[in-house]
């Protein structure tokens, strides 16, 4: 029997991951965006440099080296996660890596990077978005990772056309063109290609599915750049974890 108490420890917990990334198009381009939900302080940094010949600016998880941004050709990347039993345990990780950095620090030691990171800025190097998802579905990073490409679902653009891509480590990436007719994708946490990724069931898997059709229905409404941000951030619903 599951306890009206476990299920709303669920709910509460912290630890629940909320990414919800979108693709928007307004005008004559589009808008990227996302809300990034961790289950640490994160101490983010905006990093703008020339890379491989190419001008990049993305944000920068200093501890985890995450990254996502854009390059001087507007390709732009976002991406959600489909990890999401990884993602909860990186609270710990995180405190630990700090721990071993402070430790590194005093022993003159450079840290060590996971290489997601590494990996977005392979495609925000790249000159176009044929190139940019190649290298998205096929790059090793800093060359030390085992599996190939950024797993998860990414949504990647270069101000005209808009690409979904949904892979993991074990899973082949789809590749799917976003009409030209349609004007919101949006991805949250649980597989649309692949429905066994990510949230499967229980609240988890409601508000993976809530956030996304929430975000989904009211970014139509979107007429300017500062109206995505704004309906991302709306409260629609009283449960928090239900909301974009």
């Not at 009206?4 to 004559?28: H, Y």
């Not at 495609?123 to 290298?135: C, E, G």
Request: charged letters at 35%; proline letters at 3%.
């Amino acid at each position: 029997m599951v306890k009206l108490a476990d299920i709303l420890n669920e709910i509460q917990s912290p630890l629940l991951q909320e990414c919800t990334v979108a693709g928007v198009r307004l005008g004559d381009g589009v808008i990227l965006a996302k809300n990034r939900d961790r289950g640490y302080d994160a101490k983010m940094e905006i990093v703008h440099e020339v890379l491989d010949n190419v001008e990049i600016v993305y944000w920068h998880d200093v501890d985890t080296d995450w990254s996502e941004g854009m390059n001087e050709f507007g390709i732009a990347i976002v991406n959600s996660s489909l990890m999401v039993n990884d993602d909860e345990k990186e609270a710990d990780k995180v405190e630990k890596k700090r721990e071993e950095k402070a430790d590194n620090k005093e022993k003159g030691k450079n840290p060590q990077h996971a290489t997601d990171g590494a990996k977005i800025r392979q495609v925000l190097v790249q000159k176009n978005i044929r190139d940019a998802v190649k290298v998205l579905i096929s790059t090793r990073g800093d060359g030390s990772s085992k599996f190939k490409g950024v797993s998860g679902q990414s949504i990647i653009s270069d101000g005209k056309d808009v690409y979904v891509v949904e892979h993991s480590s074990a899973d082949a990436p789809i590749i799917r063109k976003l009409k030209k007719d349609r004007k919101v994708v949006v991805r949250t946490n649980h597989g649309i290609y692949h429905p066994h990724l990510g949230y499967q069931s229980g609240p988890k898997l409601q508000s993976s599915e809530s956030r996304l059709k929430l975000a989904k229905d009211h970014l139509k409404d979107a007429e300017k750049d500062q109206d995505v941000i704004d309906l991302m951030k709306k409260k629609y619903k009283d449960n928090p974890f239900l909301n974009p």
